[in-house]
C-alpha cells in the first residue's frame, strides 16, 4: 500500500473560502479498479480509517480522504460550521485534485454518522458522478422527533448564539472495543467539543431535506447500521432504505453492534460486506 498526504484548499466562494483542509490517500500497490471518496463523521478525523483503508487496498480501491472543515489537520472551529455546504465544498475539492488516471476509475462515495447525512445531501446534486454509494450509520433522522419548539429554539440560536455547544457525544457509544474508545478519548485530533448551535440547525436542515428528497436519489445504494447504536438512530437508514428511488439498495443492520462499524471487533465481517457489495456493483 502507498500513503499520500497533503492540503488542499476551498476555492468555492462562500463562508470556509480560501481555508485549508487536509487530505491523504490510501493506494493499492498495483493499479486500482475504482476509487473510494471517503468522508469521516463528526469530531473525528480521516486517520481513523487507516484499518478500513488497508482492507480496501487489499481489494484493489484507492481510497482519498479529507479532513472536514473544523475537524482533524484542517482548519476551522471545532464543533462549528459556518454554512453546511462548506462540507460539500470539501467533497468537491477532495474529487477535484484526484489524479487524472483515477478521476477515470468508477467512484464510490462512502460516508460514516454526520459523513453519512453529507453523502446523502451531495447525493443529491452529484450522484451522477459516482458508481454506487455506501451510508455508515448515517445521521438522517433524529431518534425523537423534535418538536416545533425545539426546531424554534435551534434556529433561534443558530442566529445569535452559533457557537454555542448544545450537544456533546458520548465517546462509549462508539465502539464495544474499550481500547477504540480509548484510544478516541485520547487521541488529540479529537477535540470532545459540542455541537454548536448552528451546526446542529444545519444538520437538523439537512436531515428534513434528505427526508423530503430521498426519492431522487437512484444510484446503487448501501446502507449499513449497528442496532445498538446510541449516536445516531437506525430509523434513519430504514427510512432511506423504504425511500430511495434506487432500484439496486441494500439495508445490513448488525445486531449488538455499536456506532463506529468499521471500528467494532466484527469488523471485517462488515468490511467485507461493504467491499463484496462494492464488487458485485462494479460487475
Known amino acids: 500500500m502507498i500513503h499520500d498526504e497533503g492540503t488542499i484548499a476551498l476555492a468555492e466562494p462562500s463562508k470556509g473560502a480560501g481555508s485549508k483542509l487536509y487530505r491523504q490517500s490510501w493506494l493499492p ?11 469521516h463523521g463528526y469530531d473525528e478525523h480521516s486517520g481513523r480509517y487507516a484499518y478500513f483503508a488497508d482492507h480496501c487496498t487489499a481489494r484493489g480501491y484507492a481510497v482519498h480522504a479529507i479532513d472536514h472543515w473544523g475537524h482533524g489537520k484542517s482548519e476551522g472551529i471545532n464543533g462549528f460550521v459556518p454554512d453546511f455546504s462548506v462540507y460539500h465544498e470539501g467533497v468537491n475539492a477532495l474529487i477535484a485534485q484526484l489524479p487524472e488516471a483515477h478521476a477515470k476509475l468508477p467512484k464510490i462515495l462512502i460516508g460514516h454518522s454526520l459523513g453519512g447525512l453529507i453523502a446523502a445531501t451531495y447525493l443529491l446534486k452529484h450522484q451522477s458522478n459516482f ?3 455506501v451510508l455508515s450509520g448515517p445521521a438522517i433522522k433524529a431518534a425523537d422527533e423534535p418538536s416545533a419548539f425545539l426546531r424554534f429554539i435551534s434556529r433561534l440560536l443558530s442566529k445569535i448564539l452559533p457557537k454555542m455547544g448544545v450537544i456533546a457525544l458520548d465517546a462509549s457509544g462508539v465502539s464495544r472495543d474499550p481500547k477504540v474508545v480509548a484510544d478516541y478519548e485520547a487521541d488529540p485530533l479529537v477535540s470532545g467539543t459540542k455541537i454548536s448551535a448552528r451546526l446542529g ?3 437538523m436542515k439537512q436531515m428534513d431535506l434528505v427526508q423530503s428528497a430521498a426519492s431522487k436519489i437512484t444510484l446503487p445504494l448501501l446502507m449499513l447500521h449497528g ?4 449516536l445516531t438512530a437506525v430509523e434513519g437508514s430504514q427510512f432511506l432504505n423504504d425511500n430511495v428511488g434506487s432500484s439496486e439498495k441494500q439495508l445490513i443492520l448488525y445486531p449488538d453492534l455499536y456506532h463506529e462499524i468499521f471500528n467494532e471487533p466484527e469488523k471485517d465481517k462488515v468490511l467485507t460486506d461493504m467491499t463484496d457489495w462494492i464488487d458485485a456493483r462494479l460487475a
Open 201 to 203: 440547525h444545519e444538520m
Open 29 to 39: 500497490d498495483g493499479a486500482p479498479k475504482a476509487v473510494i471518496v471517503l468522508v
Open 131 to 133: 458508481a454506487a454509494s
Open 227 to 230: 442496532q445498538s447504536d446510541s
